[in-house]
C-alpha cells in the first residue's frame, strides 16, 4: 500500500512531543511521488496517481500542485481537523469507509477524524478513554464512512417528531441524529445544490437557490458560506476570514478529479476515448444544461445520452474496455418504469406548464442529466427510497445500521418512517421527507461507500438496488458492465 503519514498541520505540530503526535497527523493516502520535488511545502503533485482497487484516480488542478500547507489542509481552529481531514486527494475528495478504518488502526483512534462533536455515533453517554470504547464510538465512521448532521426541525415544520429509535443512544426528539456520507469538495463547477439536502443553496439558511440566471455567483457564495459552516461545525473552530474562505473556494473550484486508469482496460483516454479528469475538466455545465422537464434555458432538447466518454471503445477488441463501453451503452439507453419517486413522479417544478408523469419509461439520465457529470442540472431533491427501512420491495439495502426516525403530518394525522428526513428538515415541509439531491458521478471507485447513508458498499449494491427499485431485469452480465462502467467514471 501506498500509505504516507504527513504533517497536515505542520507548523503547529512542530512543538509537540512525539509522543503525542499522532493526534497531530492527519494520514492522508498518497503516492510517494507526491512529497519528492524541489519545494520544501508539501505537496501533491498536480495530476498525481492515486490506486484504488479498480485503478488509479487522479485529480486535475486547474492552480498546478496541490499545496497542502493551504488553507484547505490546515486545521483553522477548534478540534485539530481540516477540511482534508475528511475530504482526501486519493478518495476523490471524499474519504472511503476502508481509508478511515486504516486510520483508525494506525492511530489507535485518535486521528482527528475521531472526534466526538460528529464522528461518533452519538455525542454523550460513550467512552472514548479506551480504543475498544473508541472503537465501538465510531463504528458508524469505521464501518460506513458515515458523519452524524445533527439537525433540529425548522420552526413552522408541516410535522411532528413521534419517535426516534437510534440505536447508540441520541433518541431525542429535538434534535434528530442523521447519518450521511461527505460529498466530494471537487468537480463544483457541476453543482446544482451544496449539502444532501441542499442546505447551503436554501432560503431557511441564509444562502441562495441555484439558478440559471445567478449562477456561478450562487454557487460560489454558498460555497463559502459552507466554508464557515464547516469550520465551526465538524471543526468546533471559530469562523475563517474572508480571505481564508475565498482561498479555500478557489482551490476547491480549481479540481477536477476522475478515474483515469483502470487495471483492465488501461488508459481511460487511451484509443480516442474521453475518460479521466483532464477531459473532465473541460466538460461543458451550466443550470439546465440537459434538463428533461423543460428548464433548459437554452431549450436545448434532453438526450438520455448522458455519458460519450467511451464511444469509441464499443468496437474495440480489448474485452475490458468493451465492457465499459457496454455499461455506458446501459446507463445512457437501458429503459425501466419510473414511479413512486417524491419530488419527480407527479410534480409541478417551478417555470414548467405541466406535472411530470406519474410513472416514466426512461432512463438513469432522467435524474442524473449532466453530461458527463451525472448529477441532476438542476436543484431537485428526489426520494428514491435510499432511506426507507421498512419495505425491502423500494429498498433491498441493509438499513439496520441506523435510526429509525417516525414523523407526523400535524395537519392530517399521516405518519412516516424513514432513517434520514433530509430535505424536509430545511423547508418543514411533509412532502420532502427522505429526498436528497442526485449527486456527481466522477471518481466513484476511490469513495466507496454509496449513496447519503452509505447504504451500498459497493457499486454492484448500488446498482442492485436500481435493479430492485425499478425492476429493470438485469442480466449479471449487464451489471458487471455497468459497474465496470461506473468504477471508469
Ligand atoms: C468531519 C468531516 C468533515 C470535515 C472536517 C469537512 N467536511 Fe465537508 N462534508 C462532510 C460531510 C459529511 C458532507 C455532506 C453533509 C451533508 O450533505 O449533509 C460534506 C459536504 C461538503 C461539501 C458539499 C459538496 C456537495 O456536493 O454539495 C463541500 C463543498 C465540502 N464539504 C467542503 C468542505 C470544506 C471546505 C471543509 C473545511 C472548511 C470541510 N468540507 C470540512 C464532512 C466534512
Ligand atoms: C429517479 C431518479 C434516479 C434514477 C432513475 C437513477 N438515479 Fe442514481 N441517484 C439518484 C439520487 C437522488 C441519488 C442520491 C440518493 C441518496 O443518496 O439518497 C442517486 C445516487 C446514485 C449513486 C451513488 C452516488 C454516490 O456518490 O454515492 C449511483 C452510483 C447512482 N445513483 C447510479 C445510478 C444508475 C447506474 C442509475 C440507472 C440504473 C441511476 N442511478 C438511476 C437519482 C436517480
Redesign the pocket.
Known amino acids: 500500500m501506498w500509505f504516507l503519514v504527513l504533517f497536515s498541520n505542520m507548523s503547529k505540530t512542530r512543538g509537540l512531543k512525539l509522543s503525542v503526535l499522532p493526534i497531530a497527523l492527519t494520514v492522508l493516502a498518497l503516492p510517494l511521488a507526491v512529497v519528492r520535488g524541489d519545494s520544501k511545502k508539501p505537496k501533491v503533485e498536480n495530476l498525481a496517481a492515486f490506486p484504488n482497487a479498480s485503478g488509479v484516480l487522479r485529480t486535475f488542478n486547474r492552480n498546478g500542485d496541490i499545496d497542502l500547507s493551504g488553507p484547505f489542509f490546515q486545521s483553522l481552529s477548534g478540534n485539530g481537523r481540516s477540511c482534508g481531514t475528511c475530504h482526501q486527494p486519493g478518495d476523490a475528495m471524499?474519504v472511503s469507509a476502508a481509508h478511515i478504518q486504516d486510520r483508525f488502526q494506525s492511530s489507535q483512534g485518535l486521528d482527528p477524524i475521531f472526534r466526538t462533536n460528529d464522528g461518533s455515533n452519538c455525542d454523550h453517554s460513550i467512552d472514548t478513554t479506551t480504543v475498544a470504547g473508541r472503537s465501538a464510538a465510531y463504528s458508524l465512521l469505521r464501518t460506513r464512512g458515515l458523519i452524524r448532521i445533527a439537525l433540529s426541525p425548522p420552526a413552522g415544520a408541516e410535522f411532528e417528531v413521534v419517535s426516534v429509535v437510534n440505536p447508540y443512544g441520541c433518541s431525542e426528539t429535538t434534535t434528530l441524529s442523521m447519518y450521511r456520507?461527505p460529498?466530494?469538495s471537487t468537480n463544483l463547477k457541476f453543482l446544482s445544490t451544496v449539502m444532501?439536502d441542499g442546505r447551503e443553496s436554501s432560503a431557511q439558511t441564509g444562502t441562495t437557490p441555484i439558478n440559471s440566471t445567478n449562477y456561478p455567483l450562487s454557487l460560489n457564495a454558498n460555497l463559502m458560506h459552507q466554508v464557515v459552516d464547516a469550520t465551526t461545525g465538524h471543526a468546533q473552530g471559530v469562523p475563517p476570514t474572508v480571505a481564508q474562505q475565498q482561498a479555500i473556494l478557489d482551490f476547491e473550484m480549481g479540481l477536477s478529479t476522475a478515474q483515469s486508469e483502470d487495471h483492465g482496460a488501461g488508459d481511460l483516454d487511451a484509443q480516442d476515448a474521453a475518460g479521466g479528469p483532464t477531459n473532465l475538466s473541460k466538460q461543458e455545465f451550466f443550470i439546465g444544461i440537459n434538463d428533461p422537464v423543460g428548464l433548459n434555458p437554452t431549450n436545448r432538447p434532453f438526450t438520455s445520452v448522458i455519458f460519450n466518454l467511451f464511444d469509441s471503445w464499443k468496437q474495440v477488441g480489448n474485452p475490458h474496455r468493451a465492457a465499459i463501453a457496454r455499461g455506458q451503452e446501459?446507463?445512457n439507453t437501458?429503459t425501466?418504469t419510473?414511479s413512486g419517486?417524491g419530488?419527480?413522479?407527479g410534480n409541478m417544478f417551478p417555470g414548467t406548464t405541466s406535472p411530470v408523469p406519474d410513472s416514466l419509461v426512461?432512463?438513469?439520465?432522467?435524474?442524473?442529466d449532466s453530461p458527463n457529470g451525472?448529477n441532476?442540472s438542476i436543484s431537485?431533491?428526489?426520494?428514491?427510497?435510499?432511506?426507507t427501512a421498512n419495505d425491502a420491495t423500494v429498498n433491498p439495502l441493509d438499513l439496520s445500521y441506523l435510526p429509525r426516525i417516525t414523523l407526523r403530518k400535524i395537519s392530517t394525522g399521516e405518519t412516516v418512517t424513514t432513517t434520514?428526513p433530509?430535505r424536509a428538515m430545511i423547508t418543514g415541509k411533509f412532502a420532502d421527507i427522505?429526498?436528497?439531491?442526485?449527486?456527481?458521478?466522477r471518481g466513484?471507485a476511490a469513495?466507496a461507500?454509496?449513496?447519503?447513508?452509505?447504504?451500498?458498499q459497493t457499486?454492484l449494491d448500488?446498482?442492485n438496488f436500481?435493479?430492485v427499485r425499478?425492476h429493470?431485469g438485469?442480466s449479471a452480465q449487464e451489471k458487471s458492465d455497468?459497474v465496470a462502467?461506473?468504477n471508469s467514471l
Do not use: E, M, Q
Not at 427522505?434 to 458521478?441: C, H, S, T, Y
Not at 461507500?449 to 451500498?456: D, Q, T, V
Open positions: 471524499s456520507r460529498l466530494p444532501w446501459i446507463f437501458r425501466f419510473v419517486v419530488g419527480l413522479n426512461t432512463t438513469c439520465g432522467i435524474c442524473h451525472g441532476h431537485a431533491p428526489l426520494n428514491i427510497g435510499i432511506a434520514d433530509g427522505a429526498r436528497f439531491k442526485g449527486p456527481v458521478l466513484l469513495r461507500p454509496y449513496f447519503h447513508n452509505g447504504a451500498a457499486l448500488a446498482v436500481y435493479d425499478f429493470i438485469l455497468l462502467f461506473l
